[in-house]
């Protein structure tokens, strides 16, 4: 079985629905998935997941600093074999830094990891929401496209 932990920050939560929406589109029968917030998380948790996913809002062209703090930590941690997707939301037309930055930020601090596919972005209407229409889809897609990317089977 490859276990998947989805991790993010939401504050209104938008960044929490798409999470548990790539969630959805990972559910196949070898797959465990546990989508989790940020704060319930400690970041040696992470060494006993095959996959994981971390979501942010774009915070002015950027992850929060919660998520870029859980990043840093990770690279403390010896990941080596696993995954690693990232997400965000946004609502302004330089939706893809935090995205970019996310995986710039991985490659940097836990060399070792290795990033399933790109990143995606998932535009909501305004701060608090809700996600625009169209985009939930697209989330579970990624999902599915995780899987997809992986190796099913773990020693």
Do not use: C, W
Request: hydrophobic residues 40%; aromatic residues 6%.
């Amino acid at each position: 079985m490859v276990k998947a932990i989805i991790v993010y920050e939401s504050k209104y939560g938008n960044t929490r629905l798409v999470g548990e929406t790539i969630a959805e589109g990972m559910k196949v029968p070898e797959m465990d998935i546990t989508p989790k917030e940020v704060r319930e998380v400690k970041p040696e948790e992470a060494v006993g997941y095959d996959v994981i996913i971390i979501g942010s809002p774009n915070h002015m062209g950027q992850q929060v600093g919660s998520i870029k703090k859980f990043i840093d930590r990770l690279g403390k941690l010896n990941l080596s074999e696993k995954y690693a997707a990232v997400f965000d939301t946004y609502m302004m037309k330089d939706y893809e830094k935090a995205v970019k930055k996310m995986e710039k930020q991985i490659s940097e601090k836990i060399p070792d990891l290795k990033l399933a596919l790109p990143g995606v972005s998932i535009k909501v209407l305004n701060m608090k929401g809700p996600v625009a229409e169209g985009e939930l889809s697209k989330a579970k897609e990624f999902g599915a496209k995780i899987v997809q990317s992986i190796p099913r089977t773990t020693e």
